[in-house]
């Protein structure tokens, strides 16, 4: 496999864990990628390496009116770090609201030291 | 060497750093922006390299005790044998009253308390009443601290009253101030002292821990003048004169701070602990050991109290508004004035001159009050033959007020702490040339400078400016002597 511009461990999307590939740690082919999903895993304030890490999860009130409009908003705020430092552009947050009380967020953005198409991440809080 | 501990962040990036350059060397480039894989991994192993980092700052500092932690000065006083001061219980006398010429049995466990629930132990088993019903008892604080001592005048309850006795009393006098236990600052500095001079041989530091290793009396310092003949002063090989100092005066009528009551006077019981025929307690012995070196006669030395040098002083201050002079005159005292009656040459008792209510000084001497001037409130005055009236019986003054009346400022009692507590830490003068052990550029300046007068004042809150009347210029005690407080007053 050939290597990216930076190296990082490639980690399962949903959970986290370290990805194997035989007895090595499997590198990532989309660092920021690796980053952003990491952000997005993590509830603000519970990282006791780097407290300003993460999504401020705790203050969306899923059954309040625009709920989807504030997942948006700690989202875009929980990824504006690496925006102004010039990591990731292009950032664009959606989110739904199904009929449960569920919000779907659709996260894009583009690795400017990669190239190709925009980057996606969806998920669900 | 100083250890400069680094920050998280420092370790954290000095670290990507040196992973990065592993990376690049074998033609990587490790991703270490912030949230990525090594960021967080070097920041995990940072925070646990700052621990290791400030645990060895405190290791560094822990060497020596003049940055040690409270746990390493224990230790170091435990090796080098440098106790620390204990806190110490206040001691009253408290003015009782009962049955008039009734002689009153204290039963054993009684005691006094104070608004805050300290309580205080009678140490006297019974108190003879006078013809006026009142006598004075011994109490002791059954818990220690500063906050144990109390002023002269404070009302103390029986827990109990003794049957004949009625159930307040007063505190007549503090025999020994209460005081928390050494801070952990001055033990160290304690410490820091016997290492620079290690008492041994007679040396200077010997006689000084010598004299203070006698605890019948409640030696506080010691200073040592080296080649000082005790009766002459004057330069001489082979003689030494020690002058020890009692704990601080506070508002005591009587110097705490000259041991044995009689400045400048000999103390035979520590001369005799040295000689070795008492005990440290006081106890007289045929056992002691003799701790003068065999090399000196006994006539060669001398520990003595410390002469005192009275100094009044009188402070022009201007005060905040929450703290003001509430008149601006001053007022003659009539001869007639007895404790409870005080007597003013003129009306006071109409229009702006009208002293009902207004807080005063007045001089009733330093026989019962230190520093003479204090402050009362007078009630309504009554005015007839030329003079004005106050009855202050409800209000007794310590002794019989004489010479001019002024107004008190708001702050008088803190202004006065204060100047207690300066008079209190002055030291002994010296001899020319110097030859004080410690020297006076080691703590306990004997001279008064007018100028730390006014700092002293002025850290008075309410206090804006301040400036000395008396004494005209700086004082300097004679060789042990301190300079004492004689009377204290302020004005605006």
Same mark, same amino acid.
């Given at each position: ?107 894009? +953005? ?14 669900? +809080? | ?14 670290? %990507? ?12 480039? %490790? ?38 932690? $409270? ?17 110490? &219980? ?7 009253? #009962? ?10 466990? =009684? @005691?006094? &308390? ?19 019903? @009142? ?24 827990? =109990? ?39 041994? =041989? ?6 000084? &821990? ?86 000196? @006669? ?55 001159? $009208? ?10 001497? $330093?026989?019962?009050?230190?520093? #003479? ?8 005055? @009554? ?18 007020? =004489? ?90």
């Amino acid at each position: 496999m050939s290597l990216v511009y930076a190296y990082t461990r490639h980690r399962e999307p949903t959970s986290g864990e370290v990805v194997l590939s035989g007895n090595e740690w499997e590198a990532s082919r989309a660092p920021m990628t690796e980053v952003v999903a990491m952000t997005l895993r993590t509830w603000a304030g519970t990282c006791a390496v780097d407290p300003t890490l993460g999504v401020a999860w705790a203050t969306v009130n899923r059954l309040a009116p625009g709920a989807t409009a504030t997942v948006q908003y700690v989202i875009s705020q929980a990824l504006a770090r690496y925006v102004s430092a010039g990591l990731i552009t292009g950032l664009a947050v959606a989110a739904t609201q199904s009929a449960s009380t569920r919000i779907d967020y659709v996260v894009s +953005f583009r690795d400017p030291r990669m190239d190709g198409g925009p980057l996606r991440i969806t998920g669900a +809080f | 060497m100083a250890f400069t501990p680094r920050t998280i962040a420092e370790i954290r990036d000095a670290l %990507l750093s040196y992973w990065a350059a592993e990376y690049l060397a074998n033609g990587e480039v %490790l991703l270490t922006a912030p949230g990525s894989d090594a960021y967080l991994l070097a920041g995990m192993i940072a925070i646990t390299q700052s621990a290791c980092d400030v645990q060895a700052l405190q290791v560094s500092r822990d060497i020596l005790p003049d940055q040690a932690s $409270n746990g390493a000065i224990e230790r170091f006083g435990y090796v080098y044998g440098v106790g620390r001061a204990p806190a110490v &219980a206040a001691r009253l006398t408290v003015t009782v009253t #009962g049955t008039p010429s009734a002689t009153i049995t204290i039963p054993a466990g =009684s @005691s006094l &308390a104070w608004t805050d629930g300290t309580l205080y132990l009678s140490t006297s088993t019974s108190v003879a009443l006078s013809g006026g019903g @009142s006598g004075t008892i011994n109490v002791a604080a059954t818990t220690t601290g500063l906050t144990t001592t109390r002023a002269v005048g404070d009302v103390l309850t029986w827990q =109990s009253a003794p049957a004949g006795l009625n159930p307040t009393g007063t505190v007549a006098s503090v025999v020994t101030a209460g005081d928390d236990a050494e801070s952990y600052q001055s033990w160290a500095q304690q410490i820091i002292s016997r290492l620079r001079e290690r008492p041994a =041989s007679g040396n200077r530091a010997d006689w000084a &821990a010598w004299v203070q290793a006698y605890t019948a009396l409640d030696i506080r310092e010691v200073y040592v003048y080296p080649t000082t003949q005790p009766t002459t002063g004057a330069a001489t090989l082979g003689c030494v004169t020690v002058v020890a100092v009692g704990p601080a005066q506070g508002n005591s009528t009587s110097n705490t701070r000259v041991l044995g009551g009689t400045p400048g006077a000999a103390l035979t019981e520590v001369h005799d602990y040295i000689e070795g025929t008492r005990t440290s307690t006081g106890l007289v012995t045929a056992t002691g050991t003799q701790l003068r070196p065999v090399t000196m @006669s006994a006539g060669d030395y001398t520990v003595d109290a410390i002469s005192v040098t009275p100094q009044t002083v009188q402070m022009t201050l201007v005060v905040n508004s929450a703290n003001a002079f509430p008149f601006g005159f001053t007022a003659t005292i009539d001869a007639s004035s007895t404790t409870t009656s005080l007597v003013l040459v003129g009306n006071y008792t109409t229009g702006a001159s $009208n002293l009902a209510l207004q807080p005063v000084l007045v001089d009733v001497g $330093n026989t019962n009050y230190r520093g #003479g001037y204090y402050r009362v409130v007078l009630p309504a005055g @009554s005015f007839g033959g030329g003079n004005t009236t106050f009855d202050l019986t409800a209000t007794p003054l310590p002794d019989i007020p =004489s010479g001019t009346l002024y107004p008190a400022p708001g702050c008088w009692s803190e202004f006065q702490t204060a100047m207690f507590a300066y008079f209190d830490s002055l030291g002994p003068g010296d001899t020319t040339p110097p030859r004080r052990w410690p020297s006076e550029d080691n703590g306990a300046r004997a001279t008064v400078y007018r100028s730390a007068l006014v700092a002293t004042a002025m850290a008075v809150p309410g206090v804006l400016s301040a400036s000395v009347t008396t004494p005209a210029s700086d004082v300097a005690p004679a060789a042990r002597a301190v300079v004492t407080l004689g009377t204290l007053l302020a004005v605006q």
